[in-house]
DNA sequence: TCAAAAGTGTTCTGTTTACACCCATGG
DNA sequence: CCATGGGTGTAAACAGAACACTTTTGA
């Protein structure tokens, strides 16, 4: 059998495209690109792009997340490869989904990438070409999943918060609305926020507690394989 | 930016590899082959071969696992892509490990594959090429989730079975012991076996009772998203 | 003074855990 | 008649869900 020798002309093209969440206060979004290029030039798309011979998948995912929107830093995360055969009409390309979250607010894409890449709400962004709205649903049931088993917000909320934004990025994930008192319970029972002397007095007249997280405290937790986070 | 033009130099062979997991009535094993050929010829390692460019990911999966073995018409879910720039010595190729769960005893590989390809319990598997061993250890994890979503069996066991068989599994995969009457209390409260009236007289004097999976309940319960089996 | 959002505890219910004895049978 | 593994229930501890009023202060 030649199983195990290789074939030249059974080489493909490895293509990434990225799912990356947004959190900006209030809703959960998802970023996207316009493209100006074919195939499907004009359609919204994943950004995306094909891996070189010299790079893991996860490099080429970070540098081309970089070069389409300016985003530097971001940690990713492999969801799994898609590689039905007639996926990509231009040519056989198998590609290799990533997903990441990030603090909307304080990413700002630079100028010239604006009007390409754009920030959608998840219950308002467009049909997206190729196989990426299968992309998609398989990242927000990931999120989804590992927002039940852990406390999340590190990535999606700024340095400092307050309880209610935490819920509310909470309730836009898990598209269901909780309640107050037993989130404010269950989180301070995780005991892994640091709650702040000082106010944000811009929510409410009474202004309300900032909170960070306390990483060394939520590392320790997760490394103790703990956790489980139900709400 | 020339991020989104083919360049044939940036084509790669794709590979995929499978885990097979087996269950035998008393422990948790996986399928590995002594190579044949290079490199790492005479190594054990994952069931594995290049994917071709007219099939995708999931049929050469499938191909694969029936050309090594004879194993036909297995399961097999994709786990992730692996794809460190030197992760096969000889060539760069990037893989992508499958995995599936059988019943060891209603699954015989034929003849002349048997000297190839072999059961290890999972606590006795020799050292893997290249990353195999990373893959297992991932696998090995999925199947613990998985095995604390909801039951699993359907594929691991027999068509009938014992209560005792079905812990005996949950033993080995959690690899943990567990208390026999909160398990049987545990199952017979999500509804999804039937008892039979026969019982398997081999393993005691006594006799147990044998065991079917409702596949239809089993099916619905899963669709209504339910399930959640805390051990 | 009032509108708006923050902050805060208790009770009830269901789930998980811990735990020990009798049963049926083949040898 | 006894050794072996199968089969069974209950109580205590814990975690999750439901639920309403007071506080603060800027306009």
Redesign the pocket.
Known sequence: MDLNHYREEDKVLLAVDCIIFGFDKHHLRILLIKRNFEPESGKWSLIGGFMKREEDLDQAAVRVLEALTGLRDIYMEQLQAYSKVDRDPGERTISVAYYALIDVDSHQFDGPRLETAQWFKLSEAPDLIFDHNDMVEKAVARLRRRALKRPIGFELLPEKF???QLQTLYESILDKKL????F???INSLDVLIKLDE?D?T???????LYTFDKEKYDRKVAEEGF?F??
Chains 1, 2 share one sequence.
């Open positions: 307050t309880m209610r309640d107050k008192r037993n404010v319970n269950k106010k007095m929510v409410a007249r009474k202004g309300a507690y489980n139900k709400i």
